[in-house]
């Protein structure tokens, strides 16, 4: 299987139609066309539904376009390291995470990593634990940002600084809005818009779940969501209240919605993690010596 095939096949899943993909790749379409029926025999799997005008992929080909896109990136990924060892410090650093706003301490760090390397550049990545952690352990990704508590039990880490604050967000025109804190008891019979970090598996049974206490299964969840500017677009529409963390949604006085925080206070810290015995491009491994000194802390 060649990657030059694979680029193909990606290329035809992306445009939905071989003339098109044909185009984009400045082949002809019987050329393109060629190539993806032999691909499709050495898998020994149909990998596309032709019809009239487009293409669809079949499960077979869904899964392959999965794999095209990791090994592409990988690829992609490792030439840019082995092109970074030459000379000056250059090269990608690649981080995944949920929103937080530990990302600002990353984003800080990455400027002034720009400063005296202006060949470095930073990919970032969002997503909850178990996307971030899956790209990581394929090599996708070099650090994972994580909100605690999660199991990092098979990586190394740093504990960064600060804490996120939970709580809801709501519109201003909502009774809750009176209040400078929100209860447990103002919650139970509300709609609520719920951060899929608040209710994970890893999660349940402990900091969010305890703070609910025997409520927790009793919540009325009307919509999850893992981006926050989505959650807030909801709360204006009058969907529900949306528990997540402070300081992701535009909640300033100018703002249809505010933020309240939850009492009993409930916070999170956060890790920076990445794989044991881990091998980094010149680029990640300065970032992750800058991270060190920065917060002036060992990794563990």
């Not at 990302?103 to 970032?124: F, T």
Request: proline share 4%.
């Amino acid at each position: 299987m060649e990657l030059r095939v694979l680029r193909y096949f990606l290329a035809v899943a992306r445009e939905g139609n071989i003339t098109a993909a044909a185009n984009f790749l400045h082949l002809t379409q019987p050329t393109l066309s060629r190539q993806i029926k032999d691909l499709e025999e050495e898998l020994g799997q149909q990998l596309l539904i032709r019809k009239s005008h487009r293409i669809a992929l079949t499960p077979e080909g869904m899964l392959l376009r999965k794999r095209a896109e990791e090994i592409i990136s990988m690829v992609d990924k490792t030439e840019a390291e082995f092109s970074s060892m030459e000379g000056t410090i250059s090269g990608d650093i690649y981080i995944g995470g949920g929103e937080t706003q530990a990302i600002r301490d990353i984003a800080e760090i990455i400027r002034d990593l720009r400063v005296s390397c202006p060949g470095v550049h930073c990919h970032l990545y969002s997503g909850n634990e178990e996307e971030v952690t899956e790209r990581l352990d394929k090599g996708l990704l070099d650090f994972g940002i994580l909100i605690q508590p999660a199991d990092i039990s098979k990586y190394n880490y740093i504990n960064l600084p600060g804490r996120d604050i939970w709580g809801v967000i709501m519109r201003r025109d909502s009774p809750l809005a009176a209040k400078d804190r929100i209860e447990k008891s103002d919650l139970t019979e509300l709609p609520l818009i719920c951060s899929r970090q608040a209710i994970s598996p890893h999660l349940s049974g402990n900091e969010f779940a305890d703070w609910f206490g025997d409520d927790f299964d009793k919540l009325d969840i009307v919509t999850t969501f893992n981006l926050v500017y989505n959650a807030a677009v909801m709360v204006k529409a009058g969907v529900g209240y949306a528990l997540t963390l402070d300081n992701l949604a535009d909640t300033s006085a100018d703002s249809d919605i505010c933020f309240r925080p939850l009492y009993p206070r409930l916070e999170s810290g956060l890790n920076l993690i990445w794989k044991k015995y881990q091998i980094f491009s010149p680029a990640a491994d300065l970032f992750l010596k800058e991270v060190q000194d920065r917060f002036q802390t060992d990794a563990f």
